[in-house]
Every structure is written in C-alpha cells, then in structure tokens.
C-alpha cells in the first residue's frame, strides 16, 4: 500500500462508527478522507485570505472560525 499523507483512514472509521455506521468500507473512508482534506483546504485558504486582510501572517482560530461560516 502506498504511504498515505493527510488525515489517516482509521479517524475516518472512527468518525463514520460514531455518526453509527456498524461496518465502514474502505472506500467510504477513502471518500469521507478526501471530502475533509478538501473542505480543510478551502476553509484554511480562506482563513489566510482573512489573517492577510488583517495585516497579519499568522492565521488564528477566529479566521478559521470565521472561514468554516
């Protein structure tokens, strides 16, 4: 199996066992892993864009926060 970056697929299960899925597929983990990395991508560019707006380099959890909205 290749070396897999990003979050692992094992939270993926846990995440998906606990919104009460019984059996999880590894495709549903798969799946569920690149639609968080995607919507993390998004929300942390957005979060940049907010901490530059600001006149700062350092993004802080109110533009995180603020992005996820």
């Known amino acids: 199996m290749v070396n897999q970056k990003g979050i692992p697929l094992a939270a993926m299960e846990r995440l998906l ?3 009460g899925a019984h059996r ?7 799946a569920l892993k ?3 990395e995607d919507h993390a991508e ?12 600001a006149g700062r380099k350092t993004v802080k959890a109110d533009d ?3 992005a996820s909205k």
């Open 24 to 30: 999880v597929a590894e495709e549903a983990k798969r």
């Open 42 to 53: 998004h929300v942390g560019q957005r979060a940049v864009k907010y901490a530059s707006h």
């Open 64 to 66: 995180i926060k603020l």
């Open 17 to 19: 066992k606990r919104a």
């Open 34 to 36: 690149q639609a968080l």
